[in-house]
């Protein structure tokens, strides 16, 4: 019996992929069993320290829910599937499953003098998952897995968006070196930028 959407069992292994991998990043987040509680002041302290955990589990919660969005309606742009498009997608779905781990490294480091190899790892797998994004859009293009002229136009243009947030998140991940503390909220600032953006297309 054929499938009505030949992608179907693709969209739900990697809706299941999605969704471990926002899973993950929560389990880094707690106090430390080092710390010593002795008082509310103690309590409040030990949950002041891990803040810069809890706002990197927000960020990176939100680029994997925005990278969410933007799979789902990519896969709304083709009716078949190839096997450059299935690895291509397989590429993009390790960057999404390894976000967890920069993530845990900029709770940790961020706020010390070591914060630039964390920012820096954290841009690189952006920038990893922006190379998943060209492939995965020039695999649809170069296989004609485009539902529509429509279809096909969109996804040039993502594919074109893909090489301009290699150029920044590249950019970002070498100013990072330097600068990781600003790098580090000019990545928040971008990501938080994208969300709002894609909401408001959303209600248009």
């Given at each position: 019996?054929?499938?009505?959407?030949?992608n179907s069992r693709l969209e739900a292994f990697c809706d299941g992929v999605?969704?471990?991998?926002?899973?993950?990043?929560i389990i880094d987040i707690k106090i430390p069993s080092s710390v010593e509680?002795?008082?509310?002041?103690?309590?409040?302290?030990?949950?002041?320290?891990?803040?810069?955990?809890?706002?990197?589990?927000?960020?990176?919660?939100?680029?994997?829910?925005?990278?969410?969005?933007?799979?789902?309606?990519?896969?709304?742009?083709?009716?078949?599937?190839?096997?450059?498009?299935?690895?291509?997608?397989?590429?993009?779905?390790?960057?999404?499953?390894?976000?967890?781990?920069?993530?845990?490294?900029?709770?940790?480091?961020?706020?010390?003098?070591?914060?630039?190899?964390?920012?820096?790892?954290?841009?690189?797998?952006?920038?990893?998952?922006?190379?998943?994004?060209?492939?995965?859009?020039?695999?649809?293009?170069?296989?004609?897995?485009?539902?529509?002229?429509?279809?096909?136009?969109?996804?040039?243009?993502?594919?074109?968006?893909?090489?301009?947030?290699?150029?920044?998140?590249?950019?970002?991940?070498?100013?990072?070196?330097?600068?990781?503390?600003?790098?580090?909220?000019?990545?928040?600032?971008?990501?938080?930028?994208?969300?709002?953006?894609?909401?408001?297309?959303?209600?248009?």
């Open positions: 019996m054929s499938e009505s959407n030949p999605f969704a471990i991998a926002l899973t993950l990043l509680i002795n008082s509310t002041h103690d309590f409040w302290m030990a949950l002041w320290k891990i803040v810069p955990s809890m706002v990197a589990f927000v960020l990176s919660f939100i680029i994997i829910l925005i990278t969410w969005v933007n799979h789902h309606e990519s896969l709304k742009l083709v009716n078949k599937s190839s096997p450059y498009f299935l690895y291509s997608n397989g590429l993009l779905l390790l960057t999404v499953v390894f976000i967890p781990f920069p993530t845990s490294l900029i709770g940790e480091y961020i706020l010390t003098d070591h914060a630039a190899p964390a920012v820096f790892f954290y841009n690189a797998i952006i920038v990893a998952q922006s190379v998943a994004w060209v492939l995965l859009s020039g695999a649809a293009i170069k296989n004609k897995l485009a539902k529509s002229e429509k279809a096909n136009s969109l996804i040039h243009s993502n594919r074109r968006n893909g090489y301009y947030s290699i150029l920044i998140y590249s950019l970002l991940a070498i100013l990072a070196f330097w600068f990781p503390l600003a790098v580090a909220l000019i990545t928040t600032c971008t990501w938080i930028f994208w969300l709002v953006l894609g909401i408001n297309m959303k209600h248009k």
